[in-house]
T-cell receptor, first 116, second 116 residues
């Protein structure tokens, strides 16, 4: 499995501001994903972070609100822009070793975001 | 739209009991079914199932997949208080070409509480 470091682990932010979450993996991975887990809900995929190109967003999520970068195979960032209280969630980075795994996805420790 | 449904949504048992958690799925280009345990923020990987009828086992936990009925179960025997968590089921699709891993669709989760 991969060791995934995600930070910050938690933050309390003012509405209207932006927060960037970082995800660092200890080995080169093929696929990186960003999920959101709203309070009491399950995980929803926000987007697939593509190395060197624009992320692939799921229905209901847009680049202006959730810009994503992936400059190399081990690092990605998710920004939550112009935050509102509805953005209060846990945000999770997930990785997949397409070559050496059979499809298991592993998760970072998560970022608990509270918007006030 | 891909869909994963778990039942029950919550379960309260006493230590030593055996529990069965259910997961049904409707996923286009289904590839595999994964189970995760979520205690705080980060889901931890338990099992991945790709073939029908083959039980996967790890200690007191076991899981099996029925691809005809589009169903999986997770069994936990001799439950302990440390088993208290949210158990998530997720179905993975292949991409349109069938050559790569598609997105994970998660169920709502089952909240398991084990009392001493």
């Amino acid at each position: 499995s991969a060791v995934i470091s995600q930070k910050p682990s938690r933050d309390i932010c003012q509405r209207g501001t932006s927060l960037t979450i970082q995800c660092q993996v200890d080995s080169q991975v093929t696929m990186m994903f960003w999920y959101r887990q709203q309070p009491g809900q399950s995980l929803t995929l926000i987007a697939t972070a593509n190395q060197g190109s624009e992320a692939t967003y799921e229905s209901g999520f847009v680049i202006d609100k959730f810009p994503i970068s992936r400059p190399n195979l081990t690092f990605s960032t998710l920004t939550v822009s112009n935050m509102s209280p509805e953005d209060s969630s846990i945000y999770l980075c997930s990785v997949l070793h397409q070559v050496i795994s059979s499809g298991e996805a592993f998760f970072g420790q998560g970022t608990r975001l509270t918007v006030v | 739209e891909d869909k994963v449904v778990q039942s029950p949504l919550s379960l309260v048992v006493h230590e030593g009991d055996t529990v069965t958690l259910n997961c049904s799925y409707e996923v286009t280009n289904f590839r595999s079914l994964l189970w995760y345990k979520q205690e705080k923020k980060a889901p931890t990987f338990l099992f991945m199932l790709t073939s029908s009828g083959i039980e996967k086992k790890s200690g007191r936990l076991s899981s099996i997949l029925d691809k005809k009925e589009l169903f999986s179960i997770l069994n936990i025997t001799a439950t302990q208080t440390g088993d208290s968590a949210v158990y998530l089921c997720a179905a993975r699709a292949s991409n349109a070409g069938g050559t790569s891993y598609g997105k994970l669709t998660f169920g709502q989760g089952t909240i398991l509480t084990v009392h001493p």
